[in-house]
DNA sequence: GCTAGAAAGCTAATGCTATTAGCCGCAGGC
DNA sequence: GCCTGCGGCTAATAGCATTAGCTTTCTAGC
């Protein structure tokens, strides 16, 4: 091998950085290579183009969230363990804004790994609760729809209005544990 | 007034055309002007740049979902009314996909005045619930989540298991109620 | 130690995009 | 009938992604 200065998972690395720093609209191969100190086309030596890059960038993210939830969760149960889930979704999304916005916007092919595992995280949370095959699942569904919408709420400013979003939060729970609880 | 063919409403319009039907990525003032049959820098005459373009485009859309929103809660209450509020939500989104993503990447500015009336649309539709001051807002804020949350999880394909979507939106629905009725 | 080849960088060039500057013609008010 | 401004135009600039083809440098095999 040659000059093995940059590779597929540092180019992924200073993306990770720009979309921290600047925001995801920031993320140009211009901008990776200025970080990398190397001219623009030098990067497609490690990445087929932006859309690759975005797709690995997608992947690294939602695998970060992966571990982050998945660790949270680990040797808890019952509402214990939802609330691990739902609050590890949430610090993650806080912290790194950046990082959950490329998601959003990311094609699906290169998130079905991470986002299985997330599946597999959820339905374990949820093992306590005794749901059975589908129900489980659409029960994992329901917390995913809640934590992904709250999170836009919470990191697009939630309307402005002076409310408490941690209130907001706990009836989100609540109704999350009720329907849960509640026969249908 | 000289050949008033074009607008800044029409421009708008065509804007939605191309989010309709090509989604948002191909919403560019070239894209524009092509269909307007006019050179591109002719559209500085209606639109300040890009960005506000996207933004009208945003204010226009929230303005629709207002609007369709609105007239399904109107004339009823209770949990017929949070019922057409989520299934009217979810119509909307399902129906015009490239412009419910359009307003997702929108920033706020242009929006606040049709987010405004859709917070008053989920307070009418939560008032059978006997919800006071901030609790209602709460709860306007958890039903925005969650049809977030679920029209994000519907359009993007949600993870692609065979499970109907049908029945993890009646689950979240159960969800909301439960919630709502369940003392904290 | 030498050499062949590939990996990883480079420059040059193309084409798309937004955006600005400045020009022109037509319509309506005087 | 003239003047003004609106709404179009062309030309030009600059940033971006992407491709082609060249060069350098390291490594592996001998």
Sequence with gaps: MARAALSREAVVDLAVRIVDEDGPAALTLSAVAAR???????????????????????ARVLGEMADHVGAAVLGRSGDEALRALMDAWRSYVTRHPGRYATVIQAPVAATVEPGKRLVDIGLAALRAYGLTGSEAIHAVRCLRAA??????????????????????????????????????
Tied chains: 1, 2.
């Design 147 to 184: 934590a992904h919408g709250f999170s836009v709420l919470e990191t697009a400013g939630g309307f402005g209005l002076p409310e408490k979003l941690d209130d907001t939060y706990e009836l989100m729970f609540h109704m999350i544990v009720s329907g849960l609880r509640a026969p249908r």
């Design 36 to 58: 990398a100190g190397v001219a623009t086309p030098s990067l497609y030596k490690h990445v087929r183009n932006l859309a690759d890059l975005r797709e690995l960038l997608s």
